[in-house]
């Protein structure tokens, strides 16, 4: 299988390590209320979602466009459901998270949270375009399909990210800690980075990113960790994303969607310092004296 790593997976990870890196190092048990001997976790993951519909409103003023797309509709493209030990890994739809769990209890940590997302508007459908078209008021419907001059790609990615605070809820451990079952509530808010690709009656624009507005998000997931450092994420996740600015032909689009989504991952967690409990059975942890 391929694997690509990209340039700022690569980053954010050099950063975490680094932070957690300082905080083991820093006297005392505690800065700021983050613990010494906190634990790293890091996972790989996929995903499916299903969008609202949305209304595209699309402003091209050396066109004398003003007008709006109502309530079209549009679906994810998975990815890995195709040929996926021949595919590159970054290429479907995947996740990825990166976390700190940063108190005494272990039960409370900062995330980053990414989903590369793939939006597409459907083809096929009829399509209400409301507004001011070439200077004249039109309301009309029309077939948005390529054949007929119209696509509509977020398909490099909608994109989400989210800077999340989690809360970690222990189901079952055993004494030994080698089985651990936890429930994780996350919730954040952050920008969205799209990848911009469309044609609107005939007009394609120049494809490309660009940091398209935010969006917000609330997650839960099912942990399953095994031998207390690999671990299987079943996630479940609603997230509201609001773009604005993003590139037409000579003009901007804006619009909003909400997002169900599914996610398995495998992760790992490390801990960033000797005497986490997490990592110790139940009975070494009863001896290790308080610091």
Known sequence: MKFKFSAPIASLLLI??????????REGKSYMG???????????????????????????????????MVNVKAHDRRGWDEDFFNTALTVPQYNYRLGYFFNEKQDFAF??????????????????????????????RVNFSGDNGFYYFLNNGANFLLFNLVKRFQIYHTNNKYLK?????????????PHVENSLFGQANKPGFQIGGWNAGVETALRVTAFKYGYLEFAQKFDYARYSG??????????????????LSLGFTLPTGKNNAQFKSHKAAAATPAE
């Open 181 to 193: 079952v936890d429930l994780l509530t996350k919730a954040g808010i952050g920008p969205v980075i």
């Open 34 to 68: 983050i613990v010494k001997n906190g634990s790293l976790y890091f996972s790989w993951g996929y995903n499916t979602e299903w969008y609202t519909r949305s209304t595209v409103h699309v402003k091209q003023p050396g066109l004398g466009n003003d007008y709006k």
């Open 111 to 140: 995330e980053i949270n990414f989903d590369h997302t793939k939006y597409i508007i459907t083809e096929g459908q009829e399509v209400r375009v409301q507004g001011k078209r070439e200077g004249k008021e039109v309301d009309e």
């Open 16 to 25: 975490a390590l680094s932070a957690t890196s300082s905080f083991a190092q």
């Open 246 to 263: 993003l590139k037409v032909y000579e003009g901007t689009a804006r619009q909003a969607f909400g997002c169900y989504e599914l996610i």
